[in-house]
């Protein structure tokens, strides 16, 4: 369990994708309640740090990883230490964090913008926390990273 830890948690990307995030994030945090933002600029920033902070699948996917390594090998380790109970709150606590944004920029802007902001970061997120932090594309031929078609077509 330990090596899965390691291989999944503590590789640089894994590591720097979450503090970037943070980053990001609390920036954009600190420019909305200064109300340095303008309006529209403001909306937009609302949508993307909802959309990030709700799919990012960075925690979950690691979380989950370590419930079916648990399951396939019935190795407990993991569960003594608190990664699993991190993940869990950061999965958790985006999700919670993201509703309030989404519903602060529902609250001030109309639902076909905000909505396809927070859509877009959505699917951004998912992509980089997947695609890049988790490998989930690693060893794909690079037709099928480049053509959208490709990826759902078997090879």
């Known amino acids: ?27 954009a945090n600190a420019a909305l309640k200064a109300k340095l933002l303008s309006p529209n600029i403001r909306g937009i920033a609302l949508g993307v740090v909802a959309g990030v902070l709700m799919r990012n699948v960075f925690f979950m996917k690691g979380l989950i990883g370590l419930i079916q390594t648990t399951v396939s090998t019935g190795n407990f380790d993991a569960w003594w230490r608190p990664t699993p109970y991190i993940l869990a709150a950061a999965a958790g606590g985006g999700a919670v964090f993201g509703h309030i944004f989404m519903r602060k920029g529902l609250g001030e802007y109309k639902g076909v913008f905000m909505v396809t902001i927070f859509e877009g970061a959505h699917i951004s997120a998912a992509c980089l926390s997947g695609c890049v932090v988790m490998e989930e594309m690693a060893g794909a031929p690079c037709g099928a990273i480049c053509c959208t078609g490709a990826v759902f077509s078997p090879l």
């Open 1 to 27: 369990m330990r090596d899965l830890e390691a291989q999944l948690f503590f590789r640089p990307t894994s590591v720097a994708y979450p503090v970037c995030e943070l980053v990001a994030i609390i920036a």
